[in-house]
C-alpha cells in the first residue's frame, strides 16, 4: 500500500504558476499527475518513470513533472496556466502498467487531491 498526499493547490489568475507536491509513502518508479474538472473524465496530465517523462498535448510546454526519490516526493510545476486548467489534481502511484500512463484504471494508489482553481 501506498499513500499519497498532494499540496500546493490553490487560486491563480490566468498566466500565473503553480507547483503541486505529492509526499508518498513510498517512491515508485513510475509515478503520475491527473486531474478531473466537475463534470469530466479524470485525465492523465503527466507521469514519470525513471527520469522519463510523458505529458498530454494540453500541458505540453507548460508543465513540468519530476521526482526526488530520497525525499520520497512527486512534483508539478504549472505555468502559463488557463481557465481550463480549473480541476482537481490528483497524484497516482503503482502502475500496472496494462492501459497506458493516461488512463486512470492503471493507477494502484490515488492521492485525496488538491484543488487548482485558475481565473480569467
Known amino acids: 500500500q501506498v499513500e499519497l498526499v498532494e499540496s500546493g493547490g490553490g487560486s491563480m489568475q490566468a498566466g500565473g504558476s503553480l507547483r503541486l507536491s505529492c509526499a508518498a509513502s513510498?517512491?515508485?518508479?513510475?509515478m503520475a499527475w491527473f486531474r478531473q474538472a466537475p463534470g469530466k473524465e479524470r485525465e492523465g496530465v503527466a507521469a514519470?518513470?525513471?527520469?522519463?517523462?510523458y505529458y498530454s498535448d494540453s500541458v505540453k510546454g507548460r508543465f513540468t513533472i519530476s521526482g526526488d526519490s530520497n525525499k520520497k516526493s512527486l512534483y508539478l510545476q504549472m505555468n502559463s496556466l488557463k481557465p481550463e486548467d480549473t480541476a482537481m489534481y490528483y497524484c497516482?502511484?503503482?502502475?500496472?502498467?496494462?492501459?497506458?500512463?493516461?488512463?486512470?484504471?492503471?493507477?494502484?494508489?490515488w492521492g485525496q487531491g488538491t484543488q487548482v482553481t485558475v481565473s480569467s
Open positions: 497516482a502511484a503503482g502502475s500496472r502498467a496494462l492501459y497506458g500512463w493516461s488512463d486512470r484504471r492503471d493507477w494502484r494508489y
Open positions: 513510498f517512491f515508485t518508479s513510475w
Open positions: 514519470i518513470n525513471y527520469g522519463q517523462t
